[in-house]
């Protein structure tokens, strides 16, 4: 590993202006995009959105219709994917069959007539804890145990960037949960800029320090995950990053540190920091997690924030009971509590009464935030 750290350095990856169109359609608009050295990076997005297309832009394996590509200093755009300082790992492992799996580690050094082949392999498989299967055929080990064959081939050849497409597509998800915390592990260790494409938003929260959500050949927002899940810069953002109430309400004043706002006569307020300024209509996010429910008797503190309503739907999940509750504005809000014994569910029909705090809100302008 102190090799591959040596290796990673100066990994860092600028895309300046690089966009693909396929004839008349446009896969990626012209973006730019920095990805630090050392970074856990995540492109994220629902199917066709174009995140495969920029990744292998990098690779090498499509080539731009405009812009560069430049990794650790060095122009690469004219480069083919293996004149390149990156690796990547495929959804499809495309191990070799017939080779074991010291053999398929080993392939990259052998071919390029490297020295202490046995030392390098046997370090890469104690990285990705696989030393007691060196001897094992491809077809003799796990999904999940593939996979990190693939990782540990792809590192061996020490790029300065790995890029992964989709690798745990493959996986069911007990096993997908476990590679993605083992991913993070051997990432934080070789210290290699990673950047990793998927749809799954839980994924690329899990493991990602940095993570771009692209939406129809464009980035949306960029940012850490948890700035973007409290601080979604649109109502794509907020929905495809877990699951926000978006409440529609008119801004009426403002109030030392706080927006205040009207939605159907009920007053409600927003952090001035964490909303669009100059709106005169938002959408008001409030992510389910975050409101507390109430029989509509119970006392609750202030009267900001408070919103009566009508349970439509109530069902308890285990880890947390989930309301629908259609509110007097005329919305209907989701609400998951987790700390409710089950017995104390609160059924169908009852008049509640939802609050939250303030802080843990977030605002957009109405008029720019649905794309
Ligand atoms: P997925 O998760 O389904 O792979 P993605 O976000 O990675 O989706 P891309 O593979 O980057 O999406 O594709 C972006 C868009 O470009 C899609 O609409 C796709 O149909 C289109 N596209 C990709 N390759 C080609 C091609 N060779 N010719 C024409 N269109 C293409």
């Known amino acids: 590993t102190d090799q591959l750290r040596d290796s990673a350095a100066g990994g860092d990856v600028r895309?300046?202006?690089?966009?693909?169109?396929?004839?008349?359609?446009?896969?990626?608009?012209?973006?730019?995009?920095?990805?630090?050295?050392?970074?856990?990076?995540?492109?994220?997005?629902?199917?066709?959105?174009?995140?495969?297309?920029?990744?292998?832009?990098?690779?090498?394996?499509?080539?731009?219709?405009?812009?560069?590509?430049?990794?650790?200093?060095?122009?690469?755009?004219?480069?083919?994917?293996?004149?390149?300082?990156?690796?990547?790992?495929?959804?499809?492992?495309?191990?070799?069959?017939?080779?074991?799996?010291?053999?398929?580690?080993?392939?990259?050094?052998?071919?390029?007539?490297?020295?202490?082949?046995?030392?390098?392999?046997?370090?890469?498989?104690?990285?990705?804890?696989l030393g007691q299967f060196a001897r094992r055929k491809p077809h003799q080990l796990s999904g999940g145990q593939q996979q990190r064959v693939a990782v540990a081939r792809a590192l061996i050849n020490h790029p300065q960037v790995l890029l992964l497409d989709e690798p745990l597509g493959a996986l069911d998800l007990k096993l997908r949960r476990q590679m993605q915390l083992e991913l993070k592990r051997i990432q934080t260790e070789v210290g290699i800029t990673f950047v990793h494409v998927t749809h799954d938003q839980e994924e690329a929260m899990t493991m990602?320090?940095?993570?771009?959500?692209?939406?129809?050949?464009?980035?949306?927002?960029?940012?850490?995950?948890?700035?973007?899940?409290?601080?979604?810069?649109?109502?794509?953002?907020?929905?495809?990053?877990?699951?926000?109430?978006?409440?529609?309400?008119?801004?009426?004043?403002?109030?030392?540190?706080?927006?205040?706002?009207?939605?159907?006569?009920?007053?409600?307020?927003?952090?001035?920091?964490?909303?669009?300024?100059?709106?005169?209509?938002?959408?008001?996010?409030?992510?389910?997690?975050?409101?507390?429910?109430?029989?509509?008797?119970?006392?609750v503190a202030g009267n900001r924030n408070r919103l009566g309503g009508t349970v439509v739907d109530s069902s308890f999940i285990g880890v947390s009971t989930q309301y629908v509750v259609r509110t007097d504005a005329g919305q209907e809000v989701a609400v998951f509590e987790q700390n409710m014994e089950r017995d104390a569910r609160i059924v169908p029909g009852a008049p509640v009464v939802l609050h939250w705090n303030p802080a843990h809100s977030f605002g957009m302008d109405a008029a720019q935030a649905i794309d």
């Open 15 to 129: 895309l300046t202006g690089i966009g693909k169109t396929y004839g008349a359609f446009t896969a990626v608009h012209p973006l730019d995009l920095t990805v630090p050295q050392g970074s856990f990076f995540a492109l994220l997005g629902a199917s066709g959105c174009g995140k495969t297309t920029t990744l292998r832009m990098i690779a090498g394996l499509e080539e731009p219709t405009s812009g560069t590509v430049v990794i650790g200093g060095q122009d690469v755009t004219a480069l083919p994917p293996y004149r390149r300082p990156v690796n990547t790992v495929f959804q499809s492992y495309a191990l070799f069959p017939h080779l074991d799996i010291f053999e398929n580690v080993a392939f990259g050094l052998r071919r390029r007539g490297r020295k202490d082949v046995k030392k390098q392999v046997e370090d890469m498989l104690e990285l990705v804890e």
């Open 208 to 299: 990602a320090d940095t993570i771009a959500v692209m939406n129809g050949g464009r980035v949306e927002q960029l940012g850490a995950p948890a700035d973007l899940y409290e601080n979604p810069a649109s109502t794509f953002v907020a929905n495809f990053l877990g699951q926000s109430n978006l409440i529609t309400a008119q801004v009426t004043g403002a109030e030392g540190t706080d927006l205040l706002l009207s939605a159907g006569g009920v007053r409600l307020a927003v952090p001035k920091a964490r909303c669009a300024t100059g709106a005169k209509e938002i959408y008001l996010g409030v992510r389910p997690e975050k409101i507390t429910i109430a029989h509509a008797s119970a006392e």
